[in-house]
């Protein structure tokens, strides 16, 4: 039976949100509780084996072949072309300028140091679709004056960084195309298989089984170890994807990758049954900070990687929270943004404030920033900062400053840290001690917390998933594209697709050159100009990404979408 052929190209968005596919050679809560515990049901808008790899060549070919009941042929492939291609004169009209007031808020946070960035992509060099050139120069349009002219917002609210991270190598590194004049690139590869870590900084590859005789807990220890050895940073990517989890016992991690892709796009949660199964497969025992964060169930990949992170800074591990696109094919560079207070804008400055913990992670380069400072003693720290108390409870004065999220919900999450592996399994981990509505793109919200030696904390912002001023049509789509994506398997595309199709040009998907700015709509996916090879690249409008972000509870998506995620502070014995 022939599947129709809008299903078969729009299933290249599932090939680009499970960006965690090997290479074709074998190289390969958040505290549970939403406030106000809301779920998606009214359309108001308010005030052991890793999955096959798909090379780049392959893409195409697999996708056509979802639409057939065999393998696509020359036949399909003329149907494809023929349906695609359109008789007309291209309009020669430029995009619609919208004149908006100055980012302020933007503007001061980069002034202040704050830099935007994506940590996470891959080229041809692995499993990617485009070659270095073509992803650098995605990354660079979102600073086009024909992009911006489109999108506004986004004047003033450029990326700052980007690391190529492909599988196993640093190939990409010495490509000659592994240069710009507009953003940082940071060397990097990822790292592992099956269970992958990001490297940040490295100039030499560093393998995961160094003995040839499969990896290991102590594997993946040394290649954190050989990554410092280097001056590098080492960072655990997408610890609950399906298939290539991340339950390697390594504590020596500077960071962790917490949002990848999109907030509901991890699949559904993990649970302890399968983390068995990953046990008996490998032969060996999942970390108990990896078997901690599986208790909490109902919220999703993404959301079990928070909780993971919450683990380990309950056994005093102490690292930084970054996102990641994990960019293969059609989705854009930028999205998650990882943003990083950096001492300086070069390698230097970013790798400085990332190995700081001066991080937090946004949904987009223009939704939700969040600053944080922390007054004891009369002292100032910020957000990622080790704090140094002495013994007792004492009171810290803390301000939280939240950015372009009106209509938004803040929290802070504090926890406390264990002294072993037993403890830690009985422990609750981070609990909701302050929580307040946003009110305002720029505002500053005041509490004093008690504390002692052993505690953590973090903020948290959520936005609503259906932004002010959607029109009501499209506020009326959004529970269906947030309940698609919250249930998004690689098993069961269909309703992601289904949920999409109206909004994307599939003529353009697969003959990317065909891509025109003056056709571009508004509240539709518009095709980015700089990637003219194999699949188009994609830029989603807010209202899609925030159906893409949904927050879960429950298993059943919410009222809200990710605004931002910090990094925690800790408090340390003083000396």
């Not at 430029?94 to 980069?110: H, N, Q, S």
């Not at 679709?129 to 650098?136: G, N, Q, S």
């Amino acid at each position: 039976m022939r599947v129709g052929l809008a299903t078969v190209c729009l299933a290249l968005v599932v090939i680009g949100s499970g960006c965690s596919s090997e290479d074709s050679k074998g190289q390969p809560d958040v505290a549970q509780d939403v406030s106000p515990d809301q779920k998606l049901d009214d359309a108001s808008t308010p005030d052991e084996q890793e999955p096959p790899d798909l090379g780049a060549g392959d893409v195409g070919q697999e996708l056509l072949d979802l639409g057939t009941d065999g393998p696509a042929d020359a036949t399909d492939l003329a149907e494809v072309g023929d349906l695609f291609e359109e008789v007309a004169d291209v309009a020669d009209v430029e995009p619609e300028v919208v004149v908006l007031p100055p980012d302020e808020v933007g503007i001061r946070v980069r002034q202040e140091g704050w830099m935007a960035g994506d940590l996470h992509m891959h080229t041809q060099h692995s499993d990617g679709d485009d070659p270095v050139a073509i992803v650098v120069a995605l990354a660079e349009y979102l600073d086009d004056p024909t992009f911006i002219a489109f999108n506004p917002e986004y004047k003033d609210n450029p990326l700052g960084f980007i690391s190529i991270t492909d599988h196993r190598t640093v190939a990409q590194i010495h490509d000659p195309d592994f240069k710009s004049d507009k953003v940082v690139l940071i060397p990097g590869e990822e790292f592992g298989g099956p269970g992958h870590a990001n490297i940040f900084g490295l100039s030499e590859h560093i393998p995961h089984d160094p003995d040839g005789d499969g990896p290991s807990h102590a594997d993946y220890q040394n290649g954190a170890t050989q990554a410092h050895n280097q001056g590098a940073l080492f960072s655990i990517n997408h610890p609950f994807i399906p298939d290539i989890l991340f339950p390697w016992d390594v504590r020596n991690n500077d960071a962790m990758e917490i949002c990848n892709a999109a907030w509901a796009l991890m699949g559904p949660s993990l649970t302890p049954e399968k983390l068995a199964e990953w046990e008996a497969a490998k032969k060996t025992y999942a970390s108990p900070m990896m078997k901690k964060a599986t208790q909490y169930q109902g919220m999703g990949g993404n959301q079990q990687s928070l909780k993971l992170y919450e683990a380990q800074l309950t056994l005093g591990i102490h690292a930084a929270l970054l996102g990641g696109s994990d960019r293969h094919v059609l989705f854009p560079v930028g999205f998650p943004t990882t943003w990083i207070k950096s001492t300086s804008p070069d390698l230097e400055g970013v790798m400085q404030g990332m190995k700081s913990r001066h991080t937090f992670v946004g949904r987009t380069p223009v939704s939700t920033t969040l600053e944080v400072s922390i007054e004891y003693n009369g002292i100032e720290y910020e957000m990622g900062d080790k704090i140094p108390l002495p013994e007792g409870e004492q009171s810290v004065e803390v301000k939280v400053r939240v950015g372009r999220s009106d209509g938004g919900y803040l929290k802070l999450i504090q926890g406390h840290r264990v002294a072993t592996e037993e403890e830690l399994e009985a422990a609750e981990l981070g609990v909701v001690v302050f929580e307040t509505p946003v009110e305002g793109v720029d505002f500053t919200a005041e509490t004093t917390l008690t504390v002692k030696v052993g505690d953590w904390f973090y903020p948290l912002v959520y936005e609503t998933v259906i932004p002010k001023g959607l029109p009501q049509e499209l506020a009326d789509k959004v529970p269906a594209l947030a309940t698609a994506a919250s249930g998004f398997t690689e098993e069961d595309v269909e309703p992601l697709i289904t949920a999409l199709w109206d909004y994307i040009d599939p003529k353009v998907t697969l003959t990317p050159k065909k891509c025109d700015p003056s056709k571009w709509e508004k509240l539709k996916l518009q095709c980015m100009p700089p990637d003219t090879n194999g699949i188009a690249t994609f830029f989603f409008p807010d209202w899609i990404s925030r159906a893409l972000n949904v927050v879960m509870v429950d298993g059943q998506p919410t009222e809200w979408t990710l605004g931002a995620v910090g990094s925690a502070v800790m408090f340390e014995p003083q000396e």
